[in-house]
C-alpha cells in the first residue's frame, strides 16, 4: 500500500526589502487567513542569530544537574530552566492533557525600565530576574543580542500590521516600548519509545502576547488546526523564522486576525530543537477593539484586558 505524504501548509512571505505597499497586502492577507507567515533570516545579522542557536544547544548538553541550577525558583516564576515533561501548554486553553514532551529554557527583558506606577505590585512579576547559566559562559551575550534583534523586528512587523489595519505606522510604538517579551529556547529529546497516548511534544495552544518569532531545525511537528478542527503541518522552508499571531493581537482585531492554534506532534521522534522569541505589549497596555476593526452594528467579541495580567494568569496555568 502507498503512504501519501501528509499535506502541509506553505506560508506567505513578509520580506522587509519588499515595497512597503507588497508587505502591508501580504501581512493582511496571512493575519486573516491563517495567523501565520514567515520573515527571511536575513532580519538578523547572520553571527548574532547563529550564535544564540549554538548556545541553547550547548546549554541543553548539559547535564540535568547543571541545568536544573537556574530552574524555576518558585512556581509561577517567568524565567528559568524547565525540565523534561514539566509544563502542559494544553492547560492554557483550559484543557487536560499530558505533560509536554521536552525542556525548555527562557529569559526576559533584564533591560525594563522601572515598574509603571499603573500597573502595582503585581506588575513586578514581569521584572523578575532572567536566571543566566553559568555555562555556557557566552550564553548571556549572544542571547541577549539576539533578543535586542528580534524586539526590532517585532516592533518592525508591527508597524507593517498597522498600516495593514488602516492605522498610523506608529500606532503601537507606544504600546510596546516597555514590553516584557521573553526569549525561550526549547529541546525535544529523541523518543526512544513509542510516546504516552494522548502525549504532544508541544500540546495545542495559541500564544498569548502580540507575536512569536521562531526558529526551527526542520524536524516535523509543528502543526496548525483549521476552523474545521483538522490539523495541518507547517511546511519547511530553510532560511526563514515562522511568525505567528498571539491572542493580543486576535483581541485587538476582534478576530479579524486570527491567534491560530497549534502544537508540536511526534510525527518525528528525532531529537528537536527551536527558539521562540515572544513578543508582548507593555504590561499596562489596554488590549480592546480597534476602531478599524469594529463593523457598523457588530460588537466587540472581547472584554478589554491589560495586556501584563492576561499573560501572566495564561502562562502560570502551564506550570503551576
Not at 505606522?169 to 513509542?194: G, Q, V
Not at 480592546?288 to 478589554?304: A, I, K, Q, V, W
Amino acid at each position: 500500500m502507498r503512504h501519501h505524504a501528509p499535506v502541509t501548509t506553505s506560508l506567505e512571505i513578509i520580506d522587509p526589502g519588499a515595497p512597503l505597499e507588497t508587505q502591508v497586502e501580504a501581512m493582511e492577507r496571512a493575519c486573516r487567513t491563517l495567523g501565520f507567515f514567515r520573515v527571511p533570516f536575513s532580519c538578523v545579522d547572520d553571527e548574532i542569530r547563529e550564535a544564540a542557536w549554538s548556545d541553547a544547544a550547548a546549554f541543553f548538553a548539559l547535564s540535568n544537574e547543571e541545568k536544573m541550577r537556574v530552574g524555576f525558583p518558585e512556581p509561577g516564576y517567568p524565567y528559568g530552566f524547565s525540565p523534561f515533561a514539566f509544563e502542559t501548554l494544553a492547560a492554557s486553553q483550559d484543557a487536560g492533557g499530558a505533560p509536554d514532551l521536552k525542556e525548555s529554557f527562557s529569559v526576559g527583558p533584564d533591560s525594563l525600565g522601572p515598574v509603571p506606577e499603573t500597573v502595582a505590585t503585581a506588575g513586578a512579576w514581569f521584572h523578575s530576574p532572567s536566571r543566566w547559566p553559568d555555562a555556557p559562559a557566552t550564553l548571556r551575550s549572544t542571547w541577549s543580542a539576539y533578543f535586542d534583534a528580534l524586539n526590532k523586528v517585532s516592533a518592525e512587523l508591527l508597524s507593517v500590521m498597522a498600516r495593514a489595519l488602516g492605522l498610523p505606522a506608529n500606532f503601537f510604538d507606544t504600546l510596546i516600548d516597555n514590553a516584557p517579551s521573553a526569549l525561550r529556547a526549547l529541546h525535544y529529546p529523541e523518543l526512544t519509545s513509542s510516546p504516552p497516548p494522548g502525549s504532544l511534544r508541544a500540546g495545542a495552544h495559541t500564544d498569548y502576547g502580540t507575536l512569536t518569532i521562531l526558529r526551527t531545525d526542520g524536524v516535523p511537528g509543528l502543526e496548525v488546526q483549521a476552523v474545521d478542527g483538522t490539523w495541518t503541518p507547517i511546511e519547511d522552508e530553510p532560511g526563514t523564522f515562522v511568525v505567528n499571531l498571539g491572542d493580543s493581537i486576535a483581541q485587538w482585531t476582534n478576530d479579524r486576525w486570527r491567534s491560530t492554534v497549534h502544537r508540536v506532534s511526534t510525527v518525528d521522534r528525532a531529537p528537536r530543537q527551536s527558539m521562540a522569541f515572544f513578543h508582548m505589549a507593555n504590561w499596562d497596555a489596554r488590549i480592546e477593539c480597534l476602531p478599524t476593526c469594529l463593523d457598523d452594528g457588530e460588537e466587540p467579541r472581547h472584554e478589554p484586558v491589560l495586556a501584563g495580567p492576561w499573560l501572566m494568569s495564561k502562562f502560570q496555568k502551564t506550570v503551576s
